[in-house]
């Protein structure tokens, strides 16, 4: 079922929208202009704040325990403090990537640590990985030989539903006793659905929603992997999505203007609907002692 267009949040304030995900104590969706190594903080009336934080990349950014956040920069997790910009990032964790491979998309583990996908920045297929920051801080390789990592929910079930975005299939993996994704089946075949699967989120009845980079909309599937209803997106490269708001029924769309080759009002604006069932609830990441 096709549903109508998604109506604008914001104007076009990113060149590359990426990573949303809401706040709840912040009251803020925290969204990411990626290859300008930016955060976005946008209010339900989008009302918007910028904040550089140092570093060519901005992957995504979650909420820590203790205070502040964890943002994945192009190889490495950085704290910030959004309520003093002029405070400059601390690095938590060097992801050891190869060089040429940086951070693309990611999410918080079950021990309260984060994924992170990678990607080389050529694509080259096989370069990438994801890498499991854990709560102490060390660094651990869970899955390997990716091409573009992107969307990554860890369900309630401790599964994680993953996107390999050139392979058109959600994975589900079971995690390991030693971290390590394992036993990968196919939970939902995109076949040739228009575009490209980038990233994804999950709501709480175990049904996702995946933006389809050059297909121009976003597609929920319920939690047996039946494609139930698309959003239209009247641009063509949105890029990932988050449920949150005050009752966690809005679904907010980050886009992208990245390489297109004419003007788009849209491209880099965040784009929201309203749907039936609610997000799952936010992780908050657990990662070593902020600093003081």
Not at 105 to 116: Q, V
């Amino acid at each position: 079922m096709i549903a109508p267009l998604l109506t604008p949040l914001t104007p076009a304030l990113a060149h590359h929208g990426e990573g949303p995900v809401w706040d709840r104590g912040l009251d803020k969706l925290l969204w990411v202009d990626m290859l300008a190594g930016r955060v976005m903080q946008t209010t339900v009336d989008g009302t918007t704040q910028a904040a550089d934080i140092d570093d060519p990349v901005c992957a995504f950014i979650r909420p820590m325990t203790g205070g502040g956040h964890a943002v994945a920069g192009r190889d490495a997790i950085l704290h910030v403090d959004l309520g003093d910009p002029l405070r400059p990032p601390t690095v938590l964790a060097d992801l050891r990537l190869e060089p040429g491979v940086r951070s693309n998309d990611g999410a918080i583990a079950p021990d309260g640590g984060l994924y992170i996908g990678t990607m080389a920045d050529d694509s080259a297929v096989g370069a990438g990985s994801v890498v499991h920051v854990r709560p102490d801080l060390s660094v651990h390789t869970v899955l390997s030989d990716t091409t573009v990592s992107n969307g990554t929910c860890v369900m309630s079930d401790s599964s994680v539903l993953f996107i390999d975005s050139p392979r058109r299939a959600v994975l589900r993996y079971r995690i390991a006793s030693d971290g390590s994704w394992v036993e990968p089946e196919v939970a939902i075949d995109l076949g040739d659905w228009r575009g490209v699967p980038d990233g994804m989120c999950a709501d709480a009845e175990g049904g996702v929603w995946i933006a389809h980079w050059d297909g121009s909309a976003v597609v929920h599937y319920d939690a047996a992997g039946v494609l139930d209803l698309a959003l239209e997106v009247a641009t063509p490269r949105p890029t990932s999505c988050a449920l949150g708001g005050d009752d966690g029924r809005t679904l907010f769309v980050t886009t992208s203007a990245y390489e297109l080759t004419a003007p788009d009002p849209l491209a880099g604006a965040v784009l929201t609907a309203r749907v039936s069932v609610p997000g799952a609830p936010t992780a908050v990441a657990s990662l070593g002692s902020p600093p003081a």
